[in-house]
């Protein structure tokens, strides 16, 4: 019981501080789109709505989120990428949006 009391209360400390679930590629998708709306919201990059983690994962297909045939997912690699996203300085993350780069640790969550 004092276990799971524990582990309940890091999942809930970690959500707290923003950690993000990389269990598996669909909740890495999410938590990716998730670290991207946050981003441009405290940028205050225009035109962000609330509707902004929704329209990322349609639009990035999340839901059916899976690595190519023949690469396996990496957790460790997914949870990089997402806190890299989340370390970007406003004016680092308006230049990814502009040119269509993700921080390179993003490259090896299918490998």
Same mark, same amino acid.
């Given at each position: 019981?004092?276990?799971l009391? #524990? #582990?309940?209360?890091?999942?809930?400390?970690a959500?707290?501080?923003?950690?993000?679930?990389? $269990?598996?590629p669909?909740? %890495?998708?999410?938590?990716?789109?998730? %670290? *991207?709306?946050?981003?441009?919201?405290s940028?205050?990059?225009?035109? *962000?709505?609330?509707a902004c983690?929704?329209?990322?994962?349609?639009?990035?297909?999340?839901?059916?989120a %899976?690595?190519?045939?023949?690469?396996?997912?990496? $957790?460790?690699?997914?949870?990089?990428?997402?806190?890299?996203?989340?370390g970007?300085?406003?004016?680092?993350?308006g230049? %990814? *949006?502009?040119d269509g780069?993700?921080? $390179?640790?993003?490259?090896?969550?299918?490998?």
């Open positions: 019981m004092r276990k009391l #524990v #582990v309940t209360s890091l999942s809930i400390l959500s707290a501080c923003g950690g993000a679930d990389t $269990s598996n669909v909740a %890495a998708c999410n938590s990716f789109a998730s %670290a *991207v709306c946050s981003k441009a919201t940028c205050n990059y225009p035109g *962000v709505t609330s983690q929704t329209n990322l994962e349609n639009l990035f297909g999340c839901a059916q %899976a690595c190519p045939s023949g690469q396996s997912f990496d $957790s460790g690699a997914a949870s990089s990428c997402i806190s890299a996203i989340n970007l300085s406003c004016t680092d993350a230049n %990814a *949006v502009a780069t993700l921080p $390179s640790s993003c490259n090896n969550v299918c490998h």
